[in-house]
C-alpha cells in the first residue's frame, strides 16, 4: 500500500512539473507559429509581437494542449467563426454554448496597425468597460468586402471616426469586419488556411438555444507550435 502511495505521490508530481514546464513561454516559442488541425483542414496561424499580453496567453494556453478536442461553437457566415469554450469538448448536440473559460481576462491591446481585415485572430469578450478579453475565447475573421459607401456609412454611424486610408482599401479588396475594430483586441493573422475559415463559415448551423453552433460538430483536433516557414 506504502509502495502504491508513493508511486501516486511521484505520479501527481510529475504531471505538475509537467503542467508548469507547459504553461512556461520562452523566447523561442515566441518565434513559432501555431497550427489548428481542425476536423475540416488546417490552419497556421502567425501572433503578433504588438500584442505581448495575448501573445503570450495564447500560447501557453496552447502548449498546455487547452484548445485540443474543442469546437468552434459560434459560426456565422461573413461574419466570423468563433472557438475557444472548454465546456464545447464533448457537449451534447442542441447545448447552448459560449460561457467557458479559464477564471481570470487578458487587458485590451488596441492596435492602431491591428485591425479585422478577413483572417485575422481576436479576443472574444464580454460587455465589461475596460473591453478586457476571454482568457480562451478568439475568433477567426471572414468578414465582407465593403464598398466605399458602406465603409462610410461604418465610420459614421458604428465607429464615429474614420478608417484610415490604407484599411479601407484592404477592406474593399480582401474584406473583414471594420466594426469591430478598437472594440476587441486584434493579436494574429492566419499565414496559410484562409480557405478552412470559408468553409467552417460555409456550415449550416441552429436557429435554437444553441444559436450559430454548426449543426454538425467542427473541431480543433489539436492546437501546436510550429517552425516559422514563409508561406
Known amino acids: 500500500m506504502k509502495q502504491i502511495l508513493l508511486l501516486a505521490l511521484s505520479f501527481s508530481l510529475a504531471i505538475h512539473t509537467l503542467a508548469q ?27 503578433s509581437d504588438a500584442t505581448p499580453l495575448h501573445r503570450d496567453n495564447f500560447i501557453k494556453l496552447v502548449k498546455m494542449h487547452y484548445y485540443d478536442g474543442i469546437l468552434f461553437h459560434r459560426v456565422i457566415q461573413n461574419f466570423m467563426i468563433q472557438s475557444g469554450d472548454p465546456d464545447s469538448r464533448g ?32 479576443a472574444a469578450r464580454d460587455n465589461n468597460p ?38 479601407r482599401k484592404v477592406y474593399t479588396t480582401l474584406g473583414g469586419v471594420p466594426h469591430l475594430d478598437q472594440n476587441y ?33 467542427v473541431a480543433i483536433i489539436k492546437a501546436k507550435l510550429i517552425k516559422r516557414k514563409k508561406h
Open 21 to 47: 514546464k507547459d504553461s512556461v513561454v520562452t523566447k523561442r516559442d515566441r518565434k513559432r507559429d501555431v497550427l489548428l488541425e481542425t476536423s475540416m483542414g488546417n490552419i497556421w496561424i502567425r501572433l
Open 91 to 122: 457537449a451534447a448536440p442542441g447545448t447552448p454554448l459560449g460561457e467557458g473559460g479559464p477564471n481570470y481576462v487578458v487587458p485590451a491591446e488596441f492596435r492602431p496597425t491591428l485591425f479585422h481585415k478577413k483572417g485575422v485572430i481576436a
Open 130 to 167: 475596460e473591453k478586457s478579453s476571454s482568457a480562451s475565447q478568439f475568433y477567426l475573421t471572414q468578414g465582407k468586402i465593403f464598398t466605399e459607401a458602406g465603409l462610410d456609412s461604418v465610420e459614421t454611424y458604428r465607429l464615429k471616426r474614420k478608417i484610415p486610408a490604407d484599411q
Open 185 to 217: 483586441t486584434v493579436y494574429g493573422e492566419i499565414v496559410k488556411g484562409l480557405e478552412v475559415v470559408d468553409k467552417i463559415a460555409a456550415v449550416p448551423t441552429s436557429k435554437g438555444k444553441d444559436k450559430d453552433r454548426p449543426l454538425q460538430d
